[in-house]
């Protein structure tokens, strides 16, 4: 069946450092692809997606590449801010989801 | 324009009894989603509906589980009877398109 294999965590890392959260998946077909992102104590909200291989997501500073031939789609970002601390999440489609990243930034 | 809505947002029921999550999806969204987000873990599909028919329910536990959305609007899940195993967050999302899910606040359900 489908799954998604996300980089345990959690990740602690200091502000403007670069970050990169591994995400790998299987799938019959080629589904979309997503981010999630879920801020201390609020919902799931969608952070950025693609829906095809090479497509590239962006939003709010992070990018994730649709790659097909290494099934990855893996969440960067140049330069972190304390803000950014929260649980990531790889979703494959709508029905599977990773165990999520929980990422803390310090000052 | 109004997110999901979910009610009530926590439940603490004794094990043996029964539970219902109810679900407002945002206006003009004909795909809703259950999920179970057990803690640690990333949301599991339960259930989802398009309009009021159901699409897929393959990993909905069918003997105690079960959801309804009538007139192709709200949406109500239940559980009856409940087991410790099901203490988890349940989460409702809606979508318009394929791309895009919108997810509610989620239910915190304790049992004990």
């Known amino acids: 069946g489908n799954s998604v294999t996300q980089m345990e965590g959690p990740v602690t890392l200091s502000e403007e450092a670069f970050l990169t959260i591994n995400c790998t998946y299987t799938a019959t077909g080629y589904p979309s692809l997503f981010w999630y992102v879920q801020y201390p104590g609020e919902g799931l909200q969608l952070l950025l997606k693609?829906?095809?291989?090479?497509d590239k997501g962006s939003n709010k500073g992070f990018e994730a590449t649709y790659r097909k031939e290494t099934t990855s789609f893996h969440l960067e970002k140049g330069s972190v801010q304390v803000s950014d601390s929260a649980v990531y999440f790889c979703?494959?489609?709508?029905?599977?989801f990773g165990d999520g990243t929980t990422l803390t930034v310090k000052p | 324009e109004a997110g999901v809505a979910q009610s009530p947002r926590y439940k603490i029921i004794e094990k043996r009894q029964s539970v219902a999550f109810w679900c407002n999806p945002i206006?003009?969204?004909?795909?809703l989603y259950w999920y179970q987000q057990i803690l640690g873990q990333g949301p599991k599909l339960l259930i989802q509906f398009q309009n009021n028919g159901v699409v897929d329910d393959s990993q909905l536990p069918k003997d105690r589980f079960s959801a309804e959305r009538l007139k192709g609007v709200d949406s109500t899940l239940k559980i009856q009877p409940a087991k410790l195993e099901d203490s988890a967050v349940y989460l409702c999302a809606s979508s318009r398109t394929i791309d895009e899910a919108f997810f509610g606040q989620g239910t915190r359900l304790t049992v004990v």
């Open positions: 979703a494959s489609g709508k029905s599977t």
């Open positions: 206006s003009g969204h004909a795909t």
């Open positions: 693609a829906t095809k291989a090479d």
